[in-house]
T-cell receptor
Framework: DSGVTQTPKHLITATGQRVTLRCSPRSGDLSVYWYQQSLDQGLQFLIQYYNGEERAKGNILERFSAQQFPDLHSELNLSSLELGDSALYFC???????????????FGEGSRLTVL | TQLLEQSPQFLSIQEGENLTVYCNSSSVFSSLQWYRQEPGEGPVLLVTVVTGGEVKKLKRLTFQFGDARKDSSLHITAAQPGDTGLYLCAGRGGSNYKLTFGKGTLLTVNP
């Protein structure tokens, strides 16, 4: 158990819909990262928050948005869903910001999104 | 953009065999990590290497960071079915120390 909690574990929805994925980081971790994993693209970095502020942005589509709340949990919002958005979405947390050179990321079990 | 190429993409071997998987890039990384991901779970950190030429051992797993800090290898001795999983390398570099993952090597160890 990594200490990172993600909900829901599975989600099936239709094209055009909007979903919200939730992540609670490990106790004491200030950084939250969102990754998308698919068979062809591998693990792709989407976005990172540190202590409530956006810290780094990766390959995140404009239809996607995220935020980190004062209690440090984070939500990833995916809207106008397309078939190609079907993937595993992982949240990870770490103690410090991305500037920590050797920081370990602790991953949740992921949310599997299926868009039909 | 820093890219990490992992090879082979798939590897299926018998219990007891040795194997090596590779992680290569044209970019220099300040550190490199190896994660293992089992079905239905998130990646779990195995090791972090920082110094060029560094070798770290974790039981039957040996990790090496290339002298130029552009590549790494993972060698498993006497593989066991419990070693089955997706092995991901991740390099940290660039101005914001972003962690970039390779696509992974899917290892299956058959009993």
């Amino acid at each position: 158990d990594s200490g990172v909690t993600q909900t829901p574990k599975h989600l099936i929805t239709a094209t055009g819909q909007r979903v919200t994925l939730r992540c609670s980081p490990r106790s004491g971790d200030l950084s939250v990262y969102w990754y998308q994993q698919s068979l062809d693209q591998g693990l792709q970095f989407l976005i990172q928050y540190y202590n409530g502020e956006e810290r780094a942005k990766g390959n995140i589509l404009e239809r996607f948005s995220a935020q980190q709340f004062p209690d440090l949990h984070s939500e990833l919002n995916l809207s106008s869903l397309e078939l190609g958005d079907s993937a595993l979405y992982f949240c990870a947390s770490s103690v410090g910001p991305s500037g920590v050179n050797t920081g370990e990321l602790f991953f949740g079990e992921g949310s599997r999104l299926t868009v039909l | 953009t820093q890219l990490l190429e992992q090879s082979p993409q798939f590897l299926s071997i018998q219990e007891g065999e040795n194997l090596t998987v590779y992680c290569n890039s044209s970019s220099v990384f300040s550190s490199l990590q190896w994660y293992r991901q089992e079905p239905g779970e998130g990646p779990v950190l195995l090791v972090t290497v920082v110094t060029g030429g560094e070798v770290k051992k974790l039981k039957r797993l040996t990790f090496q960071f290339g002298d130029a800090r552009k590549d790494s290898s993972l060698h498993i001795t006497a593989a066991q079915p419990g070693d089955t999983g997706l092995y991901l390398c991740a390099g940290r570099g660039g101005s914001n120390y972003k962690l970039t993952f390779g696509k992974g090597t899917l290892l299956t160890v058959n009993p």
